[in-house]
T-cell receptor
Framework: AQSVTQPDIHITVSEGASLELRCNYSYGATPYLFWYVQSPGQGLQLLLKYFSGDTLVQGIKGFEAEFKRSQSSFNLRKPSVHWSDAAEYFCSYMDTGRRALTFGSGTRLQVQP | GAVVSQHPSRVICKSGTSVKIECRSLDFQATTMFWYRQFPKQSLMLMATSNEGSKATYEQGVEKDKFLINHASLTLSTLTVTSAHPEDSSFYIC????????????FGQGTRLTVV
């Protein structure tokens, strides 16, 4: 079955440190992949997306992600984390039939001063 | 950017009553809207997909008679939780897409439903 997996439930990093959030996908063809961020009690904001082409995708707020077909991964990265980045991050893929999003289980990011 | 407004942001209702949640696309026409449910510290689970002017398509395990979805216009979809019970307490989020070929969906702020 098609799915995305986020192996890390909770990650804590120090402010200013680099960040990498993992996402693995299981999909036959090249999937449409997304990263969203959710602040507590809020809706979701799109950080970036990958459909095809350049495998390194730049997003908002200084985030980037790299699509690696050989590893079935789409990890999210940021070189220097800010305290305001503390939130829940969801990797997702789009079902090309219904075009609905299926979400991973999420990774909660905590940023230490 | 496209804005999706969801109302109310929080609602408390008594067990057995019904509650309606609205999802509006403010600056675009949403041909397709999606309703998700999110339990505390869990991911979003798709409940149903609605296309303007047609019946919603519900995911397996979602009771269509309990969660009534109406998408009567290109800017408004509503989710009505009928005969609510405490186990229906959850965070409900809608998202909207402006066309069948569009790949980006925009999310509302969510509605926290508490059934007492």
């Amino acid at each position: 079955a098609q799915s995305v997996t986020q192996p890390d439930i909770h990650i804590t990093v120090s402010e200013g440190a680099s960040l990498e959030l993992r996402c693995n996908y299981s999909y036959g063809a090249t999937p449409y992949l997304f990263w969203y961020v959710q602040s507590p009690g809020q809706g979701l904001q799109l950080l970036l997306k990958y459909f095809s082409g350049d495998t390194l995708v730049q997003g908002i707020k200084g985030f980037e992600a790299e699509f690696k077909r050989s590893q079935s991964s789409f990890n999210l990265r940021k070189p220097s984390v800010h305290w305001s980045d503390a939130a829940e991050y969801f990797c997702s893929y789009m079902d090309t039939g219904r075009r609905a999003l299926t979400f991973g289980s999420g990774t909660r990011l905590q940023v230490q001063p | 950017g496209a804005v999706v407004s969801q109302h109310p942001s929080r609602v408390i209702c008594k067990s057995g009553t019904s509650v309606k949640i609205e999802c509006r696309s403010l600056d675009f026409q949403a041909t397709t809207m999606f309703w998700y449910r999110q339990f505390p510290k869990q991911s979003l689970m798709l409940m149903a997909t609605s296309n303007e002017g047609s019946k919603a398509t519900y995911e397996q395990g979602v009771e269509k008679d309990k969660f009534l979805i109406n998408h009567a216009s290109l800017t408004l979809s509503t989710l009505t939780v009928t005969s609510a019970h405490p186990e229906d307490s959850s965070f409900y989020i809608c998202s909207a897409r402006s066309g069948p070929r569009r790949t980006e969906a925009f999310f509302g702020q969510g509605t926290r439903l508490t059934v007492v």
